[in-house]
């Protein structure tokens, strides 16, 4: 198995320099190159990230088989308390920013999530995870739809351009490692089935 050569996520407390731009996206890059395994891939880059566009909260959700409903595939930021259930999270195609992302294939942003009151149900979440704001991005590629990345970020207001720059770039890195891993999912089992066959 190839060694995965990322760097070390930057911690969360730690700030991040308008100049580190170039370098966050290079390091996404490379992960996506040196990925074995898609979710790891996309934790790496979650872990990253957030901590670039200042995200209090971070969470990556992919389509299941169906195309109906999405599982959490990677997680940043959220509290112990969530972690039980984490694993069973599910979000409906077309339900919530990320559902809507999904269904939509558009960017979604609520600027103030607790003074929206079409958000009331969500506003428990925002209170106990402690976020104003968020922007949804689908993952899409050629090969269509996969997912979302949903950023959830500390304060209220409008997405900077800065970091609506960053976020969408960064969810269109790991659209392409989902792509990369389906396709090298595909490719295994195609050796496993010539491999089974009988020799003429």
Do not use: N
Request: aromatic letters at 6%; proline letters at 8%; charged letters at 20%.
């Amino acid at each position: 198995m190839r060694r995965q050569r990322w760097q070390r996520p930057v911690e969360e407390s730690t700030p991040w320099p308008e100049g580190a731009d170039v370098s966050l996206l290079r390091d996404l890059t490379h992960a996506l190159a040196q990925a074995e395994h898609p979710r790891a891939a996309l934790q790496f880059a979650l872990d990253r990230f957030c901590p670039a566009v200042h995200a209090k909260v971070g969470a990556v959700f992919l389509l299941d088989p169906v195309g109906e409903a999405m599982q959490l595939a990677a997680a940043h930021g959220w509290p112990a308390s969530a972690r039980p259930w984490l694993g069973a999270l599910r979000v409906e195609v077309g339900r919530g920013p990320s559902g809507e992302a999904v269904a939509e294939r558009r960017v979604i942003e609520i600027a103030d999530v607790l003074g929206d009151p079409a958000m009331a149900e969500w506003h428990p979440v925002a209170t106990e995870l402690g976020f104003h704001a968020l922007m949804a991005v689908p993952l899409l590629t050629h090969d269509g739809i996969h997912g979302a990345v949903t950023v959830y970020f500390p304060d209220a207001g409008a997405v900077p351009v800065r970091t609506r720059a960053l976020v969408r770039a960064s969810a269109d890195l790991m659209a392409a490692m989902v792509e990369r891993g389906a396709l090298a999912e595909r490719l295994r089992r195609a050796e496993a089935a010539v491999a089974g066959m009988d020799p003429l």
